[in-house]
């Protein structure tokens, strides 16, 4: 599986011609036998956003790095628009493995969306490689998902995130991080992200609801409910059974769990107004269902 997703990678670089500017990326999810294809994989930059070219030191993880400029001095990237699974998650490793095989000692192009620099003084940037958008070949490899703020090419990646999720690829996979499969029947079924008024103070009216609409009741010990984003994880409590033809709401505030209602008890509002992805996942990480709620900047 993981030579074939560099294979992908590698062939789409190599069919890659280098142009000055920021051209269109061509097309690097071939429809040839190494995997399902990923449709609308051409990314655009429409305008001339400052650039500078760096060679590739060191990747930290699946979405950023340290790169050195051509005066010497070297800076951490962040990679724009996008999240990666963290090390210690599935698929966090191979999300790594990735970035690494395609940006590490290489030259890059860091290219500025409409976000700078993240709270750690990283710098927000979109990579080139000879006209391959790096942050959206992730993507689209199954390798990271998109975040959703208007950095500028936030829709086409919300709208790969969404083509690598239906074909299943890298952290998708359903047999990825295990081969414990996902029981058929579960899914997330309803929302509400933008309560009435100030979400901070009604964080119960923000919720997810989730279904069993197969023929068995469910053991959800440890599944995990998790937005785009690192710092939101819910893990279901020990025990907790989904019965089949039943729903469950996971609610962002405090409460009294029920077989109805659990409780996030997040510090604050999980669900951005801004759009997000809720995705649902076993405890090994494998994916059981998600949805995608637009933004609206
Ligand atoms: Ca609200
Ligand atoms: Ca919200």
């Known amino acids: 599986m993981r030579t074939s997703r560099y294979l992908v990678l590698a062939l789409a670089l190599a069919s890659c011609s280098p142009s000055p500017g920021f051209p269109p990326a061509p097309d690097y999810a071939p429809a040839s036998t190494a995997g399902p294809t990923v449709p609308g994989a051409e990314a655009t930059v429409g305008v001339s956003p400052p650039a500078d070219e760096a060679v590739v030191v060191r990747v930290f993880d699946g979405d950023s790095l340290i790169a050195e400029l051509d005066d010497g001095s070297e800076v951490e990237v962040r990679l724009l628009g996008i999240n990666a699974p963290e090390g210690?998650?599935?698929?966090?490793?191979?999300?790594?493995?990735?970035?690494?095989?395609?940006?590490?000692?290489?030259?890059?192009?860091?290219?500025?969306?409409?976000?700078?620099?993240?709270?750690?003084?990283?710098?927000?940037?979109?990579?080139?490689?000879?006209?391959?958008?790096?942050?959206?070949?992730?993507?689209?490899?199954g390798d990271a998902i998109a975040l959703q703020s208007d950095h500028g090419m936030d829709k086409e990646f919300v709208a790969m995130t969404a083509s690598a999720a239906a074909a299943r690829l890298g952290?998708?996979?359903?047999?990825?991080?295990?081969?414990?499969?996902?029981?058929?029947?579960?899914?997330?079924?309803?929302?509400?992200?933008?309560?009435?008024?100030?979400?901070?103070?009604?964080?119960?009216?923000?919720?997810?609801?989730?279904?069993?609409?197969?023929?068995?009741?469910?053991?959800?010990?440890?599944?995990?409910?998790?937005?785009?984003?690192?710092?939101?994880?819910?893990?279901?409590?020990?025990?907790?059974?989904?019965?089949?033809?039943?729903?469950?709401?996971?609610?962002?505030?405090?409460?009294?769990?029920?077989?109805?209602?659990?409780?996030?008890?997040?510090?604050d509002p999980v669900w951005s107004n801004g759009g997000d992805t809720a995705i649902l996942q076993l405890s090994s990480g494998v994916v059981v269902s998600w949805k995608t709620y637009p933004g609206d900047f």
């Open 171 to 267: 952290m998708w996979a359903p047999d990825v991080c295990g081969a414990e499969p996902a029981p058929p029947g579960v899914a997330i079924v309803d929302y509400v992200y933008d309560p009435r008024g100030r979400d901070a103070d009604d964080p119960n009216g923000e919720w997810i609801a989730i279904a069993n609409e197969g023929s068995d009741p469910i053991d959800m010990s440890a599944w995990i409910l998790r937005d785009e984003s690192t710092q939101h994880r819910f893990r279901f409590p020990d025990g907790f059974i989904l019965d089949n033809n039943d729903e469950v709401l996971v609610r962002s505030g405090c409460g009294r769990d029920s077989a109805t209602d659990l409780y996030w008890c997040a510090d």
């Open 88 to 141: 210690s998650e599935c698929h966090g490793d191979a999300a790594r493995d990735t970035l690494e095989q395609l940006v590490d000692s290489t030259t890059v192009t860091l290219v500025a969306g409409s976000e700078d620099s993240d709270q750690y003084n990283r710098l927000l940037r979109y990579l080139y490689i000879d006209g391959l958008n790096v942050n959206l070949a992730l993507i689209a490899n």
